[in-house]
């Protein structure tokens, strides 16, 4: 009888990703997966510590498995990434039954620690260096974890896959931990990469999202020769099967012409560009060491609407960052009016230990005013979002068909008829009636009505998308 595991995960597309490999890596080992962790053999948890919720969560889910610990002992407990990396032997104290403490860059040593803190009913300590206990060398070689295991049950839908081709950060912004959780930049080999792309095409997966940090920033030098992520793009839309590419998230310095280039060039390529702002002002984005100005966002702005005029850019936002004032944030709000972002996804500053604005700067924004900014930006941001989603309406949409709608796994529907939902080419929702023969393929869908975050549609029948993989609306 195979052995059962529970995974839970926090946080970013690269935690899903780490949790994919994690799980892929453990079923060689002869685990099965459980959804239910009184089940399980070995309970993980793959942590985020972006904000100080996520964090809770964590601590709140440990603490009602000391109960559980006590009746079976040789359950192995595990706290995995960056909240690991951040917290390490702190996270003992907090719950002393945990087993097991691992960064990101040591997952691929899960299955040997979880076996050895049963064996010898001892904790294991795993963690990649900081960025001052070594040298650069040492340092980054700490914090490598790629391992090429994947696992398509373990995605979202077997038809998306996210393809890691950067870890680590060096930016340093001052509100953020992952230049300490997830070490110094790095990109991997871009033969790796594609090579990596083959594999998820073979599994049945039409559309992959590139991840990094700042994952326009990828550079990979080999001997005199140096790899662009437009460079990287036409490699990957060179694999047969894989239809579409995403990218995210990118950093607005970083956002060359080449790259603007390779994406209006290749079909394959989603003019969909995540570009964080992060702030409206110049003042705000200094103390968050943001490392560009407005004025160096608006010209990328400008570059972008010159050479892809059809792309949807995205942003995201921190409200009540250390200082901010309504001068400040009236400042963002005149920013999301004037670059109209797709969406935006907003924040309320939250101070996080071992980053440079908790040592130097105070959180002196008090909490009622972040949450009513919240809520101010939020609302204009759905207003734009509706208005600018009303213009698809009478049009035809390429629609990449993910599976059942959130309707429709709430009702727990079945059978071949149900709502279906999946995404454009430029990442926009789409809800419609289909069957289950339709999950996986292009269909043509043209929108009667939509909303600041989904538009809704029919099946154009008799028609076919460039894959051919149109399927008629009703079963024969």
Not at 76 to 103: H, N, S, T, W
Not at 178 to 199: C, F, L
Not at 435 to 452: C, D, K, M, S, T
Request: aromatic share 8%; charged share 25%.
């Amino acid at each position: 009888m195979g052995k059962k595991l529970y995974i839970e995960t926090v946080g970013c597309q690269m935690n899903v990703l780490d949790s994919e490999m994690v799980v892929a890596s453990l079923r060689h080992h002869g685990y099965e997966l459980t959804g239910a962790p009184r089940w399980a053999d070995a309970i993980l948890f793959n942590t985020c510590s972006v904000r100080q919720h996520a964090e809770d969560k964590v601590y709140s889910a440990l603490g009602t498995l000391k109960q559980l610990k006590r009746q079976r002992p040789d359950c192995v407990i595990g706290v995995l990434g960056c909240m690991a990396q951040k917290d390490q032997r702190k996270i003992f104290e907090r719950a002393p039954y945990v087993d097991l403490v691992v960064g990101p860059g040591q997952l691929h040593q899960i299955p040997k620690l979880i076996e050895r803190a049963r064996r010898e009913r001892t904790r294991q300590v795993a963690v990649s260096l900081d960025r001052t206990s070594g040298s650069a060398d040492a340092i980054r070689r700490s914090h490598e974890t790629f391992d090429p295991l994947r696992d398509p049950s373990m995605r979202p839908t077997p038809f998306q896959a996210y393809l890691r081709i950067q870890i680590g950060c060096d930016k340093f912004c001052t509100y953020c931990v992952v230049p300490n959780t997830r070490g110094p930049e790095q990109g991997r080999a871009p033969g790796e990469i594609v090579a990596e792309a083959r594999v998820l095409a073979d599994q049945g997966c039409r559309e992959v999202t590139l991840l990094g940090q700042t994952v326009n920033s990828y550079r990979y030098v080999e001997g005199e020769k140096t790899t662009r992520l437009s460079d990287l793009l036409e490699s990957v839309a060179q694999v047969d099967g894989i239809e579409r590419i995403k990218f995210v998230t990118n950093y607005p310095l970083d956002m060359t012409d080449d790259l603007l280039d390779a994406v209006r060039e290749l079909p394959k390529c989603s003019p969909y560009l995540h570009v964080p702002l992060q702030s409206g002002s110049d003042a705000v984005l200094r103390r968050m060491k943001r490392g560009y100005t407005v004025a160096q966002y608006d010209e990328m702005m400008q570059r972008i609407g010159e050479r892809l005029p059809q792309a949807a850019v995205a942003s995201d936002f921190i409200v009540g960052f250390c200082g901010e004032t309504e001068e400040d944030f009236e400042q963002t709000m005149e920013a999301v009016r004037r670059y109209r972002f797709k969406n935006s996804f907003i924040f309320k500053y939250s101070e996080r230990p071992g980053t440079k604005a908790a040592a130097r700067i105070p959180d002196d924004v008090p909490y009622e005013v972040k949450q009513r900014r919240n809520r101010e930006l939020l609302a204009l941001q759905n207003a734009i979002s509706e208005e600018d989603n009303q213009r698809f309406i009478g049009e035809k949409v390429e629609v990449l068909v993910e599976g059942p709608s959130k309707a429709a796994r709430q009702k727990g529907a079945s059978g071949p008829q149900m709502q279906l939902t999946g995404r454009t080419l430029c990442d926009r929702i789409v809800v419609f009636d289909g069957n289950e023969r339709q999950i996986g393929h292009f269909l043509p869908v043209v929108i009667y009505e939509a909303n600041a975050h989904t538009l809704f549609g029919e099946v154009v029948t008799g028609e076919y998308c460039h894959d051919g993989g149109a399927v008629p609306l009703s079963l024969p």
